[in-house]
């Protein structure tokens, strides 16, 4: 009988927490705020009003959803679109503006590159943090996803489709790297942790071309 008691005890206390935790469906309505942007590719929201966006082409757009405001922020990045490169990922954080884009490093070639600036609604002077090397040339995988937690930038670099590239630590590409947000390499980074062939900034191996890469606001993880 007790043993019946106890069954039945942790067959209600299952019920309970599985309908406290059961999704309730939500009507959602879209709503369309602006339109006209050129190949968009990223934005970062500055507050709830105001947010960032880039199109590939190389701007990068003001929007006062408030104002309904739009405007293009000058700035000093030398940016080679071709294919799918061009400037990508962009992320609003304590007053500064983070991007990633493909950097024209000359006779056709390019990399993914990383820059950072101090916020200003009319011109942004970027200052390169991070560029993977060697530069590529081509079109295509440039991954370029940014992500902060506490002190430290994440970002993918595609393997710019050149498949067995993303094994080799001498090189950038098809890498997650970690550096802190002002450039230096983190000492804890698996260069300085047994793995003395690895370029420093690198810091996972392996990877194709991530376009997905994210702060958990669950469990403050990098996903």
Do not use: C
Not at 15 to 26: G, Q, T
Not at 29 to 42: A, D, N, R
Not at 56 to 77: A, D, T
Not at 96 to 113: A, H, I, L
């Amino acid at each position: 009988m007790k043993k019946l008691l106890g069954l039945l005890i942790l067959a209600l206390l299952s019920i309970l927490i599985s309908n406290s935790l059961e999704a309730k469906a939500v009507d959602f309505k879209l709503t369309k705020i602006t339109e006209g942007l050129k190949s968009p590719w990223s934005l970062s929201f500055i507050n709830q009003n105001e947010v960032l966006i880039t199109e590939k082409s190389g701007n990068i757009i003001y929007f006062n959803l408030e104002k309904q405001e739009l405007k293009n922020i000058k700035h000093n990045l030398k940016i080679l679109e071709k294919g799918q490169g061009g400037l990508l990922d962009i992320l609003y954080h304590n007053k500064n503006v983070f991007v990633s884009y493909s950097e024209n490093r000359g006779d056709y070639e390019s990399s993914t590159s990383i820059a950072k600036g101090k916020f200003n609604k009319n011109k942004i002077n970027f200052k390169n943090i991070f560029k993977a090397e060697p530069p590529i040339g081509g079109g295509y995988h440039f991954g370029s996803r940014i992500a902060i937690k506490d002190n430290y930038l994440f970002a993918s670099v595609g393997e710019r489709r050149q498949g067995k590239i993303a094994q080799d630590p001498k090189k950038h590409p098809g890498s997650i790297i970690r550096i802190h947000l002002n450039g230096s390499i983190p000492q804890d980074n698996p260069k300085f942790k047994g793995k003395d062939n690895w370029l420093p900034e690198i810091y996972q191996i392996g990877i194709r071309n991530p376009q997905g890469l994210t702060l958990s606001p669950f469990d403050q993880k990098i996903y």
